[in-house]
C-alpha cells in the first residue's frame, strides 16, 4: 500500500520535471474499502504521517473495465507480479511492474514491458526508497513523511530487518532513511508490529479472518463455476476448532458463489514452515476430485491427505521448500484450471522431483537444505535416467537459487526400500558437481541413517576427498543423535524416515 502511494508520487515528480504530458497517477489499492480498517498496521502508519485513509482509493471506487473499454487504463503493478484469476482480462493494460517476489510472469506479458523484479531486498518498498534516495532526494527533504512512510513500511514488512529475508538492501536503506527523520526507528517498529493482522485476526471473528486476504476467481469469463481462496494467519486446525468456523466459510462461499474454496493456512513455529490448505464446496465429489488433482500438482509439494476433518474439509499438508507464502496463489491458480475441467484424476500422480529437497528453517543463521534418498526414483523404472536426470537439474537450481552466503545440508539416506539408492553414477557425478561449485557455499553436511557399512565406506573415501569438504561432514545414527548439532523438530521427517529412526532407536 505504501509502496504504490510512494512510486505513484515518485511517478509524478518525474513527469513534471521532463514536461511530460499530464496524465492521472492513482495509487490504487487491490481490496475493497471496507477492508481497510483490517490492515490496522497500515492505518496506524497512515496516522503517524497525517495520511486520511479515506483519501487513498480502493478497488472498488474505480470502474476499471469502464477505463479499458474507453482505452485510458495503464496498470503498474507494486509488489506482486501476476494479476489474480479474476482480473486477468486486464493483463494486457499492465505497463510496469516493480516487485521482489519469485518471478511468475513469463509468458504472461509482452516481450518489451519493462519488468523489475528485484529478489535481492525483502521488501518492495526498499526499492522505492533507493529511487527517492539515488535519483530524487530532495523530494525526501520536501516531504519528510514519506521518510516516515517508505522507513515504517521496510521495518514492518522485515520484521525490524530481523526476518531471514532481509537483506543488506534493506538494511543500507532503513539506516538511511533513518537518518533523515527524528522518528525513532524501534518504537515506530513496535507501533506497526503490535497492530500485526497475526495476533490481531485470531481474536477477530472467523468471517473478518475469511474476508481479509480472499481472492476469488471464475473458471473463465462468464462461467458458471467459481473458487476461491483466503490466507489463515493461523494453524488451520486451530482455526477450524472456533465454533463460528463452519458457518463463516458458508457464509463466505454463499456471498460470492463458491463452488470450490480453498483456505491456506501459512504460519511459523520458531523458524519452521507449517503450510496447510483446506479445500471445501457443497459438492462433496467436487471437493474430493479437487484435492486429486491438486495432489498431481508439483509446486505445492503434497505430503499427506487427512480424509477427516473439521467442517467437512479435507485437510493435506504441504512440504514448503520456502517461506514466500506464494502457496496460496499457487492453490488459487490450480482450482481454477481444475474447474475449466472438473474430471476426476484417474492415474497415479508422476514422480515429483520437488519432493527431494525442501528447506527446513534456519540453524545458527544458515538456512538448512533437506534431502531425501527415499524421495528418489526407483532404480528399476525404465526411464531411470531421465528421471534421475530432473532430480538432478531440480536439485542444482535449488541450491543455486537459495539467496544466502553459506547453507547447512542434512541427507536422509534412511527409509529408502533399497532401490532409492542412487546409482554409483549418479553418486559420482554429485561429488564432482558439489564439490565444484558448492563445497564454500555449505557450511557443514549432516548425514542421518546411512548405516555402519556405507560410513566406512565414506570414511575410507574421504581419504580421497575433497579435504575441506570431507572435514564438514558429520554422521548421526538417530534423530536423537541428530539432535546434538541442529534443532530436528524444524524438520519436516518423512514417515519412512521415522520409522526406520524407530526401529533403529529400540535396537540401540
Not at 42 to 65: H, K, M, R, T, Y
Not at 72 to 83: E, Y
Not at 169 to 180: I, Q
Not at 448 to 459: F, I, N, P
Amino acid at each position: 500500500m505504501v509502496s504504490a502511494m510512494a512510486h505513484a508520487y515518485f511517478n509524478d515528480q518525474v513527469n513534471k520535471s521532463f514536461d511530460q504530458p499530464s496524465s492521472v497517477l492513482l495509487p490504487l489499492f487491490n481490496l475493497p474499502r471496507a477492508d481497510i480498517a483490517l490492515r490496522a498496521e497500515a492505518v496506524q502508519l497512515f496516522a503517524e504521517c497525517n495520511v486520511n485513509p479515506e483519501s487513498v482509493a480502493c478497488i472498488d471506487d474505480v470502474d476499471l473495465a469502464r477505463l479499458q473499454d474507453a482505452g485510458h487504463l495503464k496498470l503498474t503493478l507494486i509488489d506482486h507480479n501476476v494479476l489474480p484469476p479474476h482480473q486477468r482480462r486486464y493483463v494486457p493494460d499492465v505497463v510496469e511492474i516493480l516487485d521482489h517476489h519469485d518471478d511468475r510472469t513469463e509468458g504472461v506479458y509482452e516481450s518489451t514491458l519493462p519488468i523489475w523484479i528485484d529478489p535481492d531486498v525483502g521488501c518492495t518498498a526498499t526499492l522505492i526508497a533507493e529511487c527517492y534516495l539515488d535519483q530524487m532526494p530532495h523530494l525526501l527533504e520536501k516531504n519528510p513523511e514519506i521518510v516516515v512512510l517508505l522507513l515504517g513500511a521496510i521495518l514492518y514488512t522485515t520484521d525490524n530487518l530481523t526476518s531471514p529475508t532481509t537483506c543488506e538492501r534493506d538494511h543500507d536503506a532503513a539506516e538511511r532513511l533513518g537518518g533523515r527523520t527524528s522518528v525513532d526507528r524501534d518504537a515506530l517498529y513496535t507501533e506497526l508490529a503490535q497492530r500485526s493482522p497475526g495476533p490481531r485476526l485470531t481474536r477477530a471473528s472467523a468471517y473478518d479472518v475469511l474476508r481479509f486476504d480472499f481472492k476469488r476467481a471464475d473458471d473463465a469469463p462468464g462461467g458458471v463455476h467459481s473458487g476461491g481462496s483466503v490466507l489463515v494467519r493461523e494453524h488451520l486446525d486451530e482455526f477450524l476448532a472456533r465454533p463460528d468456523a463452519s458457518e463463516a466459510i458458508d457464509r463466505v462461499s454463499k456471498e460470492n458463489d463458491l463452488a470450490l474454496f480453498a483456505l491456506v493456512s501459512h504460519c511459523f513455529d520458531g523458524d519452521r514452515v507449517r503450510c496447510q490448505v483446506g479445500v471445501s464446496g457443497s459438492d462433496g465429489k467436487l471437493v474430493s476430485d479437487a484435492v486429486e488433482y491438486l495432489r498431481t500438482r508439483d509446486d505445492i509439494q503434497l505430503s499427506s491427505v487427512d480424509e477427516a476433518e473439521p467442517c467437512g474439509l479435507k485437510v493435506f499438508r504441504l512440504e514448503v521448500s520456502s517461506g514466500s507464502g506464494s502457496e496460496r496463489d499457487a492453490v488459487l491458480s490450480h482450482i481454477v484450471d481444475f474447474l475449466k475441467n472438473p474430471k476426476p484424476v484417474s492415474v497415479s500422480p508422476p514422480p515429483n522431483p520437488h519432493n527431494v529437497m525442501w528447506l527446513s528453517g534456519h540453524h545458527d543463521g544458515f538456512p538448512v537444505v533437506v534431502c531425501a534418498a527415499c524421495y528418489l526414483p526407483e532404480r528399476s523404472v525404465a526411464d531411470y535416467g531421465t528421471e534421475m536426470s530432473q532430480v538432478y537439474k531440480f536439485c542444482i537450481r535449488f541450491i543455486k537459487d537459495l539467496r544466502c552466503e553459506k547453507f547447512i545440508a542434512v541427507y536422509l539416506y534412511g527409509g529408502t526400500s533399497g532401490m532409492n539408492v542412487e546409482k554409483y553414477r549418479w553418486m559420482r557425478q554429485w561429488y564432482f558437481y558439489f564439490t565444484k561449485k558448492f563445497e564454500k557455499k555449505v557450511q557443514s553436511v549432516y548425514l542421518l541413517h546411512c548405516g555402519a557399512w556405507t560410513e566406512r565406506l565414506l570414511k575410507l573415501t574421504g581419504l580421497f576427498m575433497n579435504r575441506n569438504l570431507y572435514e564438514k561432514l558429520t554422521f548421526a545414527s538417530t534423530i536423537e543423535e541428530l539432535s546434538q548439532f541442529l534443532d530436528v523438530h524444524q524438520i519436516n521427517f518423512p514417515q519412512s524416515v521415522l520409522r526406520e529412526d524407530e526401529e533403529i532407536s529400540e535396537k540401540t
